[in-house]
């Protein structure tokens, strides 16, 4: 029975060897391929209400083995606003996380008097000093007290359904449902009033005091859109005309549930942090 030589004995093993070190480089090459130089934010568009109840959200990633985290989020227009940072989803090599912050209005004084536009918020890390880093657009509006319509409840779901429930203050004519960023997301947004899409209305609808309002909506965003990358929170605009004949605009804000998939995570750190 022959036994192998010597030489190639070890050729043998120096392959065997080469193809172990060669796969733990490839491995380690990946894995820091798919690691952020820094938390990443999300691009944001809101219009929202300064009242209680309502609140500022900012989406970000970061390396969830990474040393460099965020500790804080401050938004110089709204000194004010106190962020928490929490863990929302978890991706292989990341996790999205949100920053919230709500409005309190303290007695009669709100929280704001005249509009608010925020492009740029502080962030604060582990490592290294604070920075401004832009974050889309959010738009702040003064509260109103002008309410038609009671809303009490709402739902959303994972999959990127939900609806607003509501009562009827005083006697009112409905003449539009819109919503803000509607330009760009018409195609993916479709929003329903007991369950007629909106743009099948016949305007104006008259409405009694007490009757139920139900809007709901349904967004339809592709995973490899770029618009699944960005934190949409629309208001919804309804159009009212009281009795004495006075105009009323009321809004209510629809969640965008965004909940990035490991994969998209990983398409979005690939193509360099960017959302497009």
């Keep these: 029975m022959k036994?192998?030589?010597?030489?190639?004995?070890?050729?043998?093993?120096?392959?065997?060897?080469?193809?172990?070190?060669?796969?733990?480089?490839?491995?380690?090459?990946?894995y820091r391929s798919m690691q952020l130089?820094?938390?990443?934010?999300?691009?944001?568009?809101?219009?929202?209400i300064a009242e209680d109840g309502k609140s500022i959200e900012l989406i970000y990633l970061e390396n969830k083995n990474g040393p460099n985290k965020v500790t804080g989020v401050q938004i110089d227009e709204l000194p004010q606003l106190?962020?928490?940072?929490?863990?929302?989803?978890?991706?292989?090599?990341?996790?999205?996380?949100?920053?919230?912050a709500g409005f309190n209005a303290q007695g009669s004084e709100q929280p704001i008097k005249t509009p608010v536009t925020i492009k740029e918020a502080t962030v604060f890390y582990t490592e290294g000093p604070p920075r401004k880093v832009p974050i889309g657009e959010i738009?702040?509006?003064?509260?109103?007290?002008?309410?038609?319509?009671?809303?009490?409840?709402?739902?959303?779901?994972?999959?990127r359904t939900g609806a607003n429930f509501g009562t009827l203050l005083k006697p009112a004519?409905?003449?539009?449902?819109?919503?803000?960023?509607?330009?760009?997301?018409?195609?993916?947004?479709?929003?329903?009033?007991?369950?007629?899409?909106?743009?099948?209305?016949?305007?104006?609808?008259?409405?009694?005091?007490?009757?139920?309002l139900i809007i709901s909506y349904k967004w339809e965003i592709p995973?490899?859109?770029?618009?699944?990358?960005?934190?949409?929170?629309?208001?919804?605009?309804?159009?009212?005309?009281?009795?004495?004949?006075?105009?009323?605009?009321?809004f209510f804000t629809i969640n965008s549930n965004l909940n990035l998939t490991d994969e998209q995570m990983k398409r979005l750190v690939r193509s360099g942090g960017g959302s497009k």
Excluded at 5 to 11: F, L
Excluded at 37 to 43: G, I, M
């Design 37 to 48: 130089a820094e938390p990443l934010f999300l691009n944001n568009y809101n219009t929202l």
């Design 223 to 250: 995973d490899h859109s770029p618009l699944a990358y960005v934190n949409y929170q629309p208001q919804c605009r309804l159009e009212f005309r009281l009795r004495d004949g006075r105009s009323v605009t009321q």
């Design 173 to 212: 004519i409905l003449e539009r449902i819109d919503f803000t960023y509607s330009d760009q997301l018409k195609p993916f947004l479709h929003l329903y009033l007991s369950d007629k899409p909106i743009e099948s209305l016949k305007y104006p609808i008259s409405l009694r005091k007490g009757e139920g």
């Design 3 to 30: 036994t192998e030589s010597k030489p190639k004995k070890i050729a043998a093993w120096a392959v065997v060897l080469l193809l172990i070190f060669g796969s733990w480089g490839g491995n380690l090459w990946y």
């Design 139 to 159: 738009q702040v509006l003064p509260a109103s007290n002008a309410n038609i319509v009671d809303f009490y409840s709402s739902s959303a779901s994972s999959d």
């Design 82 to 100: 106190s962020f928490t940072l929490s863990n929302w989803n978890s991706g292989t090599y990341q996790n999205e996380m949100k920053a919230i």
